[in-house]
């Protein structure tokens, strides 16, 4: 079974950048799509965006599209999420997690779709 862990959250300032990082274990992290969601406080878990198995397709939530850029190292067995040009709104907890199946389907954004939820990790974006 995959774990993942978060990383790289933090406290920034309105037009700023983060980068988030989401770390697995096992050996076949490869074979995964990977989505990341976010979760603001007293709302639900939302999508965020998904990234292909190879690293070569990738789905954005309209939200962010233009301003978050997801990628993945399959060696190093981690995806990031580069974010930029941060708005208050984009405050909230972010996740990783794997797609359920062994499919290639990056562009579904139903967070059922979606297991081995990591532990998030907190973005907070100030005015």
């Known amino acids: 079974q995959v774990q993942l862990v978060e990383s790289g959250g933090g406290l920034v300032q309105a037009g700023g950048s983060l980068r988030l990082s989401c770390a697995a274990s096992g050996p076949i992290f490869s074979r995964y799509v990977i989505g990341w969601f976010r979760q603001a406080p007293g709302k639900e878990r939302v999508f965020v965006g998904a990234i292909s198995r190879s690293g070569g397709s990738i789905y954005y939530a309209d939200s962010v599209k233009g301003r978050f850029t997801i990628s993945r190292d399959n060696a190093k067995n981690t995806v990031y999420l580069q974010m930029n040009s941060l708005k208050p709104e984009d405050t909230a907890v972010y996740y990783c997690?794997?797609?359920?199946?062994?499919?290639?389907?990056?562009?579904?954004?139903?967070?059922?779709?979606?297991?081995?939820w990591g532990q998030g990790t907190q973005v907070t974006v100030s005015t």
């Open positions: 997690a794997v797609r359920r199946d062994y499919s290639d389907i990056y562009y579904t954004a139903s967070s059922s779709d979606y297991g081995s």
